[in-house]
């Protein structure tokens, strides 16, 4: 398995409060993603990095602000959680231009009150 | 963003009977994916297909890429019970930095 950890593994926040997700790399691999799954949605892209400090916008990146620092991490942050940001949330990373091989994170499980 | 649809929705089957499932959309992709995903746990790569006409097999999964570029088709031959799960179909855009996923096919199989 690709060595690829997120944490918090589940987050129970409440309305208005700032939450950030850490997915963290031991594959040195260039592109990192950031997905939220919901019930009848499948899986949507919230940001992606195709290098250090480099990121660009997903699909539903509204609310949503990403960094990374290091080749090794990728941190997602909600500056003002909301409800409707109720989700599991999926890090995923991939290796080269050949990027449909893409490697997926175990999910963070984040509830919003 | 991109509409990718997924059919069907929910399967269930007998163990040893083979599985269609098919993923279709208005725009054109230049790669197609189909992950497997158990509870739990995040979608893992089964077949990944490049070009289009494209038939790749894994094992008992054979996956092809339609020739229009706008759908992908996964067949499972002999199911077994570890074949349950939710299966996902994504496309890739031809810039190759987003994907997009299908809502997914919940496969269930009778023992």
């Known amino acids: 398995d690709a060595g690829i950890t997120q944490s918090p593994r589940h987050k129970v926040t409440e309305t208005g409060t700032p939450v950030t997700l850490r997915c963290h790399q031991t594959?040195?691999?260039?592109?990192m993603y950031w997905y939220r799954q919901d019930p009848g949605h499948g899986l949507r892209l919230i940001h992606y990095?195709?290098?250090?400090?480099?990121?660009d916008k997903g699909e539903v990146s509204d609310g949503y602000s990403v960094s990374r620092s290091k080749t090794e991490d990728f941190l997602l942050t909600l500056e003002s959680a909301t409800s409707s940001q109720t989700s599991v949330y999926f890090c995923?990373?991939?290796?080269?231009?050949?990027?449909?091989?893409?490697?997926f994170g175990p999910g963070t499980r984040l509830t919003v009150l | 963003g991109q509409q990718l649809n997924q059919s069907p929705q929910s399967m269930f089957i007998q163990e040893g009977e083979d599985v269609s499932m098919n993923c279709t959309s208005s725009?054109?992709?230049?790669?197609w994916l189909w992950y497997k995903q158990d509870p739990g746990e995040g979608p893992v790569l089964l077949i990944a297909?490049?070009?289009?006409?494209e038939l790749t097999s894994n094992g008992r999964l054979t996956a092809q890429f339609g020739i229009t570029r706008k759908d992908s088709f996964l067949n499972i031959s002999a199911s077994i019970p570890s074949d349950v799960g939710i299966y996902f179909c994504?496309?890739?855009?031809?810039?190759?930095?987003?994907?997009?996923f299908g809502t997914g096919t919940s496969l269930t199989v009778i023992p």
């Open positions: 990095s195709y290098g250090v400090k480099d990121t």
């Open positions: 994504a496309g890739v855009t031809n810039t190759g930095n987003q994907f997009y």
């Open positions: 995923a990373i991939s290796e080269s231009v050949r990027v449909g091989e893409q490697f």
């Open positions: 594959e040195n691999h260039r592109y």
């Open positions: 297909l490049y070009k289009a006409g």
């Open positions: 725009s054109i992709f230049n790669t």
